[in-house]
């Protein structure tokens, strides 16, 4: 049967650091609270001329060459974003051009921070059905244009930058030792809007919005749904959490990472955290960390690797597959 495996990946990240410490002078907050709440230490923040598509190129342009691939091999872009360029064209058919492609097609996806996993589930797809060969996946996300920078309560645990896969159509035996995306489980439910929004929209307002959440009861939630979604993928693989070498959670709080291992019976040393590093990078946050574990040397070929994401709407969802 096809699979599709992973032949490249890549990043990007805006110039700027942001410590910390950096928002003790905007809103009261500190360093201390926002370490023991969230275990973020720093996050990236774009320039005026870092944006969703220049970001999504270079991580792009970085994923093809360590797929030692040029984007004319390339048949589709599935970009994972809440923070396109324009409202329209989709920022995808923009990097579409700055890569120079003017043959496939490209489109965006939108399902906040679990885009990835969804962008990734849904390549598999075009994939697996013929449509496309090689897939470039992309999620990134200019979080920091959508916040209000007065609000202590979200404005700190957001980033930006961008992370990118290259999948490739290859034959498999069909069985779990293949190397490739083995399975997938995605939910959503608009029951939990008001948890975690953005307060505008060309439709509503006419307006891009600011990011609004309740903090508290997003916490609430996502260790259990996170927990179900990845129970689902286990069972559809016939694993157990033993069988996994790694797992690439969303990078969204230290404490929700944590919990949900611990309750899936994950080994801590098998959870890549890169939350510290990046903040919140939504539809970015997992292909930036699994970017910071394949350049270490964790994550290897024939490594079998658990992607998991939640996000507003809410959406959730895991993507099992062999690296
Ligand atoms: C946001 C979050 C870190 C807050 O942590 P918490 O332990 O739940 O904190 P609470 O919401 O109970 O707030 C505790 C207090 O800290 C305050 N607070 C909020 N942000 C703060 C900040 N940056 N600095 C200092 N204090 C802050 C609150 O106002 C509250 O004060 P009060 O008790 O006087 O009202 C936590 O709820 C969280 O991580 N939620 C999930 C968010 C998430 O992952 N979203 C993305 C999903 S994709």
């Not at 490249?8 to 905007?26: S, V």
């Not at 994923?63 to 974003?81: E, H």
Request: charged share 25%; glycine share 10%; with cysteine.
């Amino acid at each position: 049967m096809i699979r599709s495996v992973v032949r490249g990946n890549g990043a990007a990240l805006p110039r700027r650091i942001m410590k910390n410490a950096d928002f003790e002078g905007m809103v009261e907050t500190s360093d201390e609270w926002i370490v023991q709440r969230t275990g973020i230490r720093q996050r990236h923040v774009a320039a005026d001329d870092e944006t969703t598509a220049s970001l999504g190129e270079a991580a792009a342009r970085a994923a093809l060459d360590s797929a030692g691939l040029t984007p004319a091999d390339i048949d589709l872009i599935v970009l994972a974003t809440s923070t396109p360029n324009n409202t329209f064209p989709a920022t995808a058919v923009e990097i579409q051009n700055r890569l120079g492609m003017h043959h496939g097609f490209a489109f965006d996806m939108q399902a906040v921070c679990s885009g990835f996993v969804y962008a990734v589930a849904t390549a598999d797809l075009y994939i697996r059905g013929g449509l496309a060969k090689r897939v470039l996946v992309i999620g990134s996300e200019t979080f920091s244009r959508i916040l209000d920078w007065n609000d202590r309560s979200t404005c700190v645990l957001f980033g930006d930058g961008a992370g990118a896969v290259v999948l490739e159509a290859a034959e498999g035996r069909g069985d779990i030792g293949d190397r490739g995306v083995l399975a997938a489980s995605l939910r959503s439910d608009g029951v939990h809007k008001d948890k975690l929004f953005v307060d505008g929209g060309p439709s509503t307002t006419g307006t891009v919005g600011h990011l609004r959440m309740e903090g508290r009861e997003v916490f609430k939630h996502a260790v259990g749904m996170i927990t179900d979604v990845i129970e689902a993928t286990f069972a559809e693989a016939r694993i157990t959490a033993n069988d996994l070498d790694w797992f690439v959670p969303h990078q969204a709080n230290k404490r929700i990472i944590d919990a949900s291992a611990k309750k899936l019976g994950i080994a801590e040393e098998k959870v890549v955290v890169t939350v510290d590093l990046h903040g919140n990078t939504s539809a970015a946050s997992v292909p930036l960390a699994l970017s910071v574990a394949v350049a270490d040397g964790r994550i290897k070929k024939g490594d079998l690797v658990l992607l998991e994401a939640m996000g507003g709407g809410f959406t959730w969802g895991a993507v099992l597959l062999r690296w």
